[in-house]
T-cell receptor
């Protein structure tokens, strides 16, 4: 069964700084996802990483995947206050019942960016 | 385009009461999911449905039942609510099992007292 660990779980940083969130997973996952969640809101899909070495960028966020190390990273460049949110990574778990492959989520990284 | 719609958005139940959370998607997706989110726990899969007419247990199915009514709708039922089921429930859908980028509803905040 897939286990997903994120770190840090809480991060407070200043605007303009760079930082990286790490996501380790325990067994093979077909792909790796990153989601954003604002307080009291739903989850918004940020990135889908499909293969080893995949790198995707959107604005100040860049995600990468190393399947050999079972590691994905979400890098924040020159952070701005609007990026304050909780970020989740998730991999695909295959349950014994077969059928659809549900997502297994990390516990999330609560990111606060202070002006 | 509404995407994934959940009802209700908020609910308070007394211990032992029953209720059904409704979920509908208009994206013609085959697969649908129910997750619960608890503080510091991330999201955990309760049940999923690969396609119309099929359902399977996820990580935390105890105390819940589901029905895939048709391709659009996937409901979650609590037969006898317990305080441990206080949580935020999210429904999600994806094209199919091979393309599992999941799109989430707005969530149902359930409190069991």
């Amino acid at each position: 069964e897939l286990k997903v660990e994120q770190n840090p779980l809480f991060l407070s940083m200043q605007e303009g700084k760079n930082y990286t969130i790490y996501c380790n997973y325990s067994t093979t996952s077909d792909r790796l996802y990153w989601y954003r969640q604002d307080p009291g809101k739903s989850l918004e899909s940020l990135f889908v990483l499909l293969s080893n070495g995949a790198v995707k960028q959107e604005g100040r966020l860049m995600a990468s995947l190393d399947t050999k190390a079972r590691l994905s990273t979400l890098h924040i460049t020159a952070a701005v206050h609007d990026l304050s949110a909780t970020y989740f990574c998730a991999g695909i778990n295959r349950y014994s019942g077969g059928g659809a492959d549900g997502l297994t989520f990390g516990k999330g990284t609560h990111l606060i960016i202070q002006p | 385009n509404a995407g994934v719609t959940q009802t209700p958005k908020f609910q308070v139940l007394k211990t032992g009461q029953s209720m059904t959370l409704q979920c509908a998607q208009d994206m013609n997706h085959n697969s649908m999911y129910w997750y619960r989110q608890d503080p510091g726990m991330g999201l955990r899969l309760i049940y999923y449905s690969a396609s119309e007419g099929t359902t399977d247990k996820g990580e935390v199915p105890n105390g819940y039942n589901v029905s895939r009514l048709n391709k659009r709708e996937f409901s979650l039922r609590l037969e006898s609510a317990a305080p441990s089921q206080t949580s935020v429930y999210f429904c999600a859908s994806s094209v199919n099992r091979g393309n599992t980028e999941a799109f989430f509803g707005q969530g149902t905040r359930l409190t069991v007292v």
